[in-house]
């Protein structure tokens, strides 16, 4: 079952964050609902792409309930709930999660520095031009400057 980055960014939402286990589980769940089968793969893929574009960010977890990082929706999301979505609260055991906002922030500049390292490194030209666009994204998304980082990109 394949959900879209802007789906798997509407699930998210519901929970405010989940553990990339946590969202598994409800991409699981809604593929029972849907009677239809799930590839391990696919999904670790379509996380990883959600993680890239921007659609979600992983917040390093500071609560002690969880070994890795969690997801948020990220700054070029537009959350979609998939078919069956809203009854995922009911269904799912997560925890309520207070995750500090300037936690969330820090971890999209500090991603966004090291994609632009990357990106410059290597000349990749259209991952140079994804950045700026995402860079207006997340000024949009949160009171966050980023004509400086975006200034470097374009030097390039």
Known sequence: M???PDELAGVVDLFGSLTRAELRTARDELAFKRG???DPDDFESAVDDAVASYHLVAVPDHDADADEPLLVVGPVAFPALPEGAADLPHIMD???RDLSRQAVVEAVKSRFRDDAVVAVKAGDDDRIRTLLDVSYDIEAWEDVDMDGLRDRLDDV
């Open 2 to 4: 394949d959900l879209t």
């Open 94 to 96: 997560v925890p309520p």
């Open 36 to 38: 239809v089968e799930t």
